[in-house]
């Protein structure tokens, strides 16, 4: 790499307190989302909705399974998309949590429409879920394996998500109501189509 090429390389990538500022802002947009979801009761896809469905069918806790499902996901991470994408991504994960249940006791509904709140949480988590990949983390292991189809295959992230997602909620047919599971899916095509429409790495300026 050529001297102006890694002066380049330097003003293009996001320095500390930008990752700090755009993972906070992520993470807790998505924390919020998940708020409105879980109020309504519904259920969310992905890594976490891979575990809620692992918690009922081996009677363990959702934080054991949660835990354990990512764990390969995590190195694989590593070994493809290297140790600051991993670091902040565990990071991401296990702040969302802490989170959720901050915010909860101060978030109180007598009325919450469920179409406004699948609205809501797709749309929060959705643009929480760009800003945390555009600094170089994610929310869990699936949404790691997606980044890592569309960056080898140009098949996109959003796209990727939404097909385990549908698989994850075929499944919580056997353990939901079957109108739990269509507003869950709902708010799980709101948020993937948009990471699917606006992730791109190709138009990003910095890293």
Not at 2 to 20: G, Y
Not at 83 to 99: G, P, Q
Not at 117 to 131: H, K, P, R, S, W
């Amino acid at each position: 790499m050529s001297a102006s090429a890694e002066r380049d390389d330097k003003t293009m990538r996001h320095s500390v307190w930008e990752d700090a500022q755009g993972l906070s802002i992520g993470v807790f947009a998505c924390a919020l989302g998940v708020v409105f979801l879980a109020h309504l009761g519904f259920l969310t896809g992905q890594t976490a909705g891979l575990a809620l469905l692992l918690s009922y069918t081996l009677d363990i806790s959702f934080g054991v399974a949660f835990f354990a499902v990512n764990l390969p996901f995590y190195w694989f991470a590593y070994k493809r998309l290297g140790l600051e994408f991993t670091i902040k991504s565990v990071l991401c994960v296990t702040a969302l949590s802490v989170v959720v249940e901050l915010i909860k006791p101060a978030v109180q509904f007598d009325h919450l429409d469920p179409l406004l709140g699948v609205l809501a949480f797709g749309t929060l988590a959705g643009f929480g879920i760009l800003a945390i990949i555009r600094h170089q983390g994610s929310l869990g292991g699936l949404g790691a394996v997606s980044l890592m189809v569309q960056d080898a295959t140009g098949f996109r992230a959003g796209y990727v998500q939404q097909i385990t997602d549908a698989l994850i909620f075929a499944a919580a047919l056997f353990f939901f109501p079957w109108q739990v599971v269509a507003w869950s899916v709902a708010g799980s095509i709101i948020l993937n189509g948009i990471i699917a429409f606006n992730h791109r790495r190709d138009r990003y300026i910095a890293r």
